[in-house]
């Protein structure tokens, strides 16, 4: 207790107490997360249709309740059926009447990274891929996050992928995909939606885990190796330097140098607004409006996996620094998180327990 002084536990915070509940999921179940699949916990990502919430573990079912139902912690969900054939869904992001999925695929011994759309029918869903990728993986893909962005006059939708980290280059664990510009991993492409064309975006990424864009304004946070868990700007045709640069360290014995990285200013890379040492195990961020409390003015929150808790963040207005950050203890695993304007409420998906974590300012 002594580590975590000042730091508050969930419903308090440090300048407002909230309310704070958790909806159980039932449908929910276990399966392997992380690097090496060693974790059993219960993985899901969300998104919001007009009125309702669409829950999607990571086996690819597809589940509806009302908002409204879901505020007041009630537990029946209805199904949607699908035309979506994999085991391993990353994220979802519905635009309008559409819902966008990243997945992956397996054919043979290979993975593949595929991102499809479906118009949204509550009764059935049928996609069809707008993004397949071409590189055989032969372990598991991380990252998979999906934004939308306007670009000049065409609309896109931002895609991350994440670098193989598991695949390891000699003695250092490095892989080379994030600087080479004929691979897709470790980038964020961009796909036009007028002809599903595509093109990366950014380059020299590990692995993205949260994405944001607003009002062009496009930030991600990306899991770095041994600490070093960033907080990006994202800028087209930026290079923000993995496996050369690194604020953390490399997972190599302590008799075999060398154990850093290089700087990312001496090497001409775009630099990270924040890095986190030790590393969080940084998820997603979102913006919370100024409606929600008095104290939250200008404010994005930031979700952590191993670290348990929520931060949040208020950034300068050129988004190049950090102001300040509050971290606020949860409890569990959160990997997806959603801010609903109308109920003043944030969503979360809590992995330990599959569950909805619900916090309410009432006030």
Known sequence: MNNDYNVKFLPKTQFAVFDFKKNKLPFVLNNDVGYLNILRKKPFVFDIYDDYVIVVPKNGTFHYQDLKDTILNKKKFNKITSNLDTNNVLDIFIDDQVIYVSYVKKIDNCIFLYLAKSQIDLIKLNFIDIFKSNECMSRNIQSGRIQKMKYYDDYFILLATAADILNPNKNSKQDLKPQND??????????????????????????????????????????????????????????????????????VKDDAPPRGYKDHQDMNFEPPIFSFIPSIGISEIIKIDNNFDKNWQNNYLIGSLFGKHIYRVRFNEKFDKVNYFEKIFVGERIRDLKYIPRYSAVLMALEGTGSIGILLNKN
């Open 182 to 251: 004929k691979s897709i991993y470790g980038k964020i492409i961009s796909i036009n939606l007028k002809n599903y064309n595509y093109s990366v975006f950014s380059k020299g990424h590990r692995n993205i885990l949260g994405l944001s864009s607003i009002n062009n304004v496009i930030l991600s946070t990306e899991n770095g190796p041994r600490g070093g868990d960033e907080i990006n700007r994202i800028y087209k045709d930026k290079n923000y330097g993995w496996p050369i640069a690194s604020d953390g360290n490399k997972y």
